[in-house]
Every structure is written in structure tokens, then in C-alpha cells.
């Protein structure tokens, strides 16, 4: 059976936990466990972004880590979309200006 040795994602990005990702302070595994949020920021952090707070239970470090990856492939993808976008608008824009009087 052949490998897949191209395992490269096409996807723009990916949703982890970072519950079994190492702790920055003291780089142990499966340390980490989500910190209920003690203020109105950290509320609005957790929310409206994709950083969680989240607390070590080996050393006690507790501070934000994101749970959303972004891959190269996904940054070239936005990039990509944006320039679609942008001349798409000028496109239309231009369109408007001559056949719209
Ligand atoms: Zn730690």
C-alpha cells in the first residue's frame, strides 16, 4: 500500500483544542486545562476571538492561547480572495461609472 506522504491541507485553517498542546511556561503536555474567564475582557477575548483562556495545572501558568490555526495554504487562499474581491469591486465600479449615467 502506497503512503500518502502528501498530506498537505488545502483547508485554511484548523480548529484545535489546545487542552493537549505544551504549556509555554513549563513546556509540559496535557497540563492545560480551559480557565473560566474573571473579567468582562477575557469574556469578550474568548468570544469574539479564538483565544481561550487557559491554565496550566503543572506550574499554574494561565494566559490565552489560540485554538485556530491558520495554514500557509489558507493564508495564500485569503490573499488570493482579497485581490478576487478588490478588482471584482473595480470591475463593478468601473461598469457602474460607464453604463450608469
Ligand atoms: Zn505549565
Known sequence: ?????????????????????????????????????????????????????YRCTNCGWRGYKSTFILTIDGVKLIATYLIIALLTGFAVKYVIQRFVK
Request: glycine residues 4%; positive net charge.
Open 1 to 53: 500500500m502506497a503512503q500518502k506522504r502528501r498530506l498537505k491541507s488545502k483547508r485554511v485553517g484548523f480548529r484545535r483544542d489546545a487542552t493537549f498542546s505544551k504549556c509555554p511556561s513549563c513546556t509540559q503536555f496535557n497540563t492545560l486545562r480551559r480557565s473560566k474567564t474573571r473579567s468582562f475582557m477575557e469574556g469578550a477575548i474568548k468570544n469574539l476571538t479564538w483565544f481561550k483562556v
